[in-house]
């Protein structure tokens, strides 16, 4: 059975006293407010790991405007920061969510020449403030996102509007898709782990939205599977290849790079329902000794990362991979290479009929004036698998896209916001926050 790519959005206008509340809080949101904060953060390196003293500063921002704050710390480099305003009576606890950290460090010996020559502005810890813009490291993803939150919930509370329900504000350190750098002896510092705490420790919100970009409302999203591919070979020294047995695994591994990215269409072509098409890629090789070339290797390790629908089990996508292995093998004679599971975290959605997910798109249609069109295709993969697998209704919504392959930079970077597209978002979500946690539990159907 096809998997719906839209959904109806249910009719569901606010009365007057929401109404009035809704636009008395957009007009508090400032624009100069939310920059400042911004340019703060991202002069504020926070790498994966390393993310105690961003967590800190934004504690202490989130008791200046009213909320419990406190540092959740996970090690000594490490915590989230976590806020709340209690609402008056029984109502529903929405629960507002972004990463802290950035996936790269800012640092140019971590970094180069992975990403280039040297470290362009945006992959860089200082704020460049432009007309309406700010660029800088992370300074749309996340931390363009933590400030629409804070400045949302903020702009709610000026406006002096009485809650029922409990607005927690939770920003989670080690967000990205990465295991400890070398050198780092944790065990665990990213894929959610700031989350996974969160929800460890006590966290149980009755509906989340996690702030990721996409300026649209997903109801779900892929997981991922990461894969070790070891390619086999010979070991044997340059100098004698010529009278040795000579089968070179690193020579070997292109012919399964090239077969792989080659099946990664087929894989994504076969997998794309619903909102999701999920992708893979070889992201990274290692193979061999740097300091002594001349000996070759016995074997080529390729790191492979292969997001899965919500449709699709890990073991599913790890058997698929085995064959299609199997294939290129036997396209090659001689050709060795098999395949381990090193990380799997299952992909997850929400009833698009859920009340999170009728909210966020009922903010973002009064926001924009226009239908909610969800974006179809994607391949991220956010903390919001992790919540709706612990059985939290969750909506991903995000900012407007700032940065464009026209303006010169890869789409990818998270660099770049417009301080016009959080004032956007900042209204979607005081739309949320207001059409939820003024109502009782029984109104949204808890």
């Known amino acids: 059975m096809p998997v719906p790519q839209s959904v109806e959005t249910r009719d569901l206008p606010l009365d ?42 934004l504690a202490g921002e989130m008791a200046g405007i009213g909320l419990e704050a406190e540092v959740q710390a996970l090690d000594a480099r490490s915590a989230n920061a976590i806020g709340r305003r209690r609402g008056a009576r029984d109502g529903p606890e929405l629960l507002l969510f972004a990463p802290l950290d950035s996936p790269f460090t800012g640092r140019a010996e971590d970094e180069v020449p992975w990403v280039g020559d040297s470290l362009p502005d945006h992959m860089v810890a200082r704020a460049v403030v432009g007309d309406g813009t700010v660029t800088g490291l992370s300074a749309d993803n996340p931390k363009a996102h933590i400030v629409s939150i804070i400045s949302a919930i903020r702009a709610v509370l000026e406006a002096g509007i009485e809650l029922s329900g409990d607005i927690l504000a939770a920003f ?34 009755d509906f989340a939205v996690v702030a990721k970009p996409g300026y649209a409302v997903a109801w779900e999203e892929v997981g991922l599977c990461w894969f070790r591919i070891r390619v086999r070979g010979v070991q044997t020294y340059v100098g004698r290849k010529h009278v040795l047995a000579y089968r070179n695994p690193i020579a070997e591994a292109a012919k399964v790079i090239a077969g792989l990215e080659a099946w990664f269409d087929d894989y994504a072509r076969r997998h794309t329902d619903g909102l999701v098409a999920p ?17 070759v290797p016995a074997a080529c390790d390729l790191y492979v990362d292969m997001r899965i629908g919500p449709r699709t089990a890990p073991d599913e996508a790890r058997r698929e991979l ?23 975290i299952p992909g997850a959605g929400t009833d698009p009929q859920s009340w999170i997910i009728q909210s966020a798109i009922r903010g973002f249609e009064d926001t924009e004036a226009a239908p909610h069109a969800p974006f179809l295709e994607t391949s991220g993969q956010t903390e919001a698998v992790i919540l709706r697998a612990a059985g939290i209704p969750t909506a991903r919504f995000g900012l407007p896209a700032a940065m464009t392959a026209a303006a010169g930079r890869p789409r990818h970077s998270m660099g770049q916001v417009e301080i016009a597209g959080m004032l956007r978002y900042a209204r979607c979500l005081i739309y949320t926050i207001i059409d939820t946690c003024t109502r009782s539990r029984a109104e949204v159907g808890l």
């Open 279 to 295: 992708q893979g890629a070889v992201g990274a090789i290692q193979g061999g000794w740097t300091y002594k070339p001349s000996m």
């Open 322 to 344: 085995q064959a299609a292995l199997a294939g290129i093998a036997a396209r090659h004679d001689g050709l060795e290479a098999e395949c381990e599971t090193i990380l799997a």
């Open 16 to 57: 007057a006293e929401r109404r009035d509340a809704v636009e008395r809080a957009a007009a508090a949101l400032n624009g100069r407010w939310m920059q400042d904060l911004l340019v703060r953060l991202v002069e504020t390196p926070s790498p994966f790991g390393e993310e105690r003293t961003i967590a800190e500063l």
């Open 172 to 205: 989670g350190a080690g967000g990205a898709p990465a295991n400890p750098r070398p050198g780092d002896d944790r065990p665990d510092v990213g894929h959610g782990r700031g989350c996974r705490h969160m929800l460890e420790h006590g966290l149980d919100a």
